[in-house]
């Protein structure tokens, strides 16, 4: 990949304040421990809009830092250039992916739209990473055990299959 083209993920989720601001802090550091920072931009979504502008549910910052993820993403809806835009969407659960291939007006854009839970390994009751809205605790502490898991091997696919080195 040359220099300066940048390989572009956005991450969705239904509301984006909880998974997908999470996922694309998790990518973020692993893409920047590789020293790969040029070569990525990564961005998050929800497919609902009631939180547009907010900074990421606090339950999930307080989960997320301990960590050393600082989420400071400030909420946004999917819209229709999205498609256009990035290389790739991803769906934190098949809800998620069912609302993005809807949206998705060419085959070559639903192409674009994968799931989180496929990238899942370490986890082998989860193939979706389960929305932790309604939930204590240790549904924030198991979205980012699977979102741990998953980027790592969505990374190690993207870099792979797009030639991608420092
Ligand atoms: P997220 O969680 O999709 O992981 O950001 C949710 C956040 C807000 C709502 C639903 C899910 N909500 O209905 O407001």
Not at 19 to 46: I, N, W
Not at 86 to 96: H, K, Q, S, T
Not at 141 to 146: P, R, T
Request: include cysteine.
């Amino acid at each position: 990949m040359a220099s300066n083209v940048k390989y572009s993920v956005l991450f969705v989720c239904l509301g984006n304040i909880c998974r997908s601001p999470a996922a694309q802090a998790v990518m973020q550091r692993m893409v920047d421990e590789r020293g790969l920072t040029e070569c990525f931009f990564l961005d998050s979504a929800g497919i609902g809009g009631w939180h547009i502008g907010d900074l990421p549910d606090k339950r999930m910052r307080v989960h997320a830092r301990p960590r050393g993820y600082e989420l400071t993403h400030r909420a946004r809806k999917v819209q229709g250039s999205d498609f256009e835009d990035f290389d790739l969407i991803v769906g934190m659960d098949a809800a998620n992916v069912d609302d993005l291939r809807y949206m998705a007006t060419t085959p070559e854009q639903q192409n674009k739209v994968v799931m989180m839970g496929d990238y899942i390994r370490q986890f082998p009751h989860y193939d979706y990473v389960p929305d932790p809205y309604y939930e204590g605790s240790e549904g924030f502490e198991l979205v980012l055990d699977l979102l741990e898991d998953s980027c790592d091997n969505l990374l190690n696919q993207i870099i792979k299959q797009n030639n991608i080195s420092k």
